[in-house]
């Protein structure tokens, strides 16, 4: 009762707060979310799975520039935004299969590079933009409706988190989750136990990234602009 009393005072301040918070404020308020989403994926690989990964951000630039261009090609925003995870979990899936070989420090390096690699290639490759990145990208939209504000942008985030974290929830509390937990204790009691580590392994790695496509997505469409990040001068 009062996880569920809990629970309902969270929702109604975060619907409540986008119509108090000036523009400056929700675009902190809509990055905290779609940062949020990411960390729920991160929280499901690492906490549940015991997979160590440090190329989120790679499959979050996935799901952007995958709604972005098919936004800019003429495809209705929303078809992008749900491509966006699809695709971040279809490359995850073709990513993981070797990589998740690997445990440890050498998966987490392994997959630092494959995100280095992956924002290298997003800054030369002339339909991502290059360099430049993609711009004057479409606002998002549904049928008639239009997010023309930043508090439309704020609702559209904390739903994405919403919807993660009730997917989380689910995958958590079911099967698949028990043996997840028992997969990171020890792979190879859990193996013993007739749990088919690689396929669960690749699945919840598929999942983290879908989570944090679906972030990247939202942000090509309240930023209406992508970009890889600046190399450092260092």
Request: include cysteine.
């Amino acid at each position: 009762m009062i996880r569920l009393a809990a629970g309902l005072l969270a929702a109604a301040v975060t619907l409540a707060l986008p119509a108090v918070l000036d523009d400056s404020a929700l675009a902190v308020y809509i990055l905290l979310g779609l940062a949020a989403i990411v960390t729920v994926g991160v929280s499901l690989l690492m906490g549940y799975a015991g997979q160590v990964s440090l190329g989120q951000g790679a499959f979050y630039a996935i799901g952007a520039y995958t709604a972005a261009l098919l936004a800019l090609g003429g495809v209705p925003p929303v078809a992008g935004l749900i491509a966006a995870p699809v695709v971040a979990a279809l490359s995850a899936l073709v990513i993981g299969t070797p990589l998740l070989r690997l445990r440890g420090h050498h998966l987490a390096f392994a997959t630092l590079a494959m995100q280095l690699i992956l924002l290298s290639l997003a800054g030369q490759l002339e339909f991502t933009g290059g360099d430049i990145g993609l711009q004057a990208i479409p606002q998002f939209s549904i049928g008639s409706f239009q997010a023309e504000s930043a508090a439309a942008y704020a609702y559209l985030t904390w739903g994405g988190l919403a919807l993660v974290l009730l997917v989380t929830h689910n995958v958590s509390t079911s099967r698949p989750g028990r043996a997840l937990r028992a997969l990171a204790t020890s792979e190879t009691a859990a193996a013993s136990s007739g749990i088919p580590v690689g396929r669960y392994k690749l699945v919840v790695f598929a999942l983290s990234a879908a989570f944090a496509g679906l972030a990247g997505g939202i942000y090509c469409f309240y930023a209406g602009y992508v970009a890889p990040p600046a190399p450092s001068p260092c």
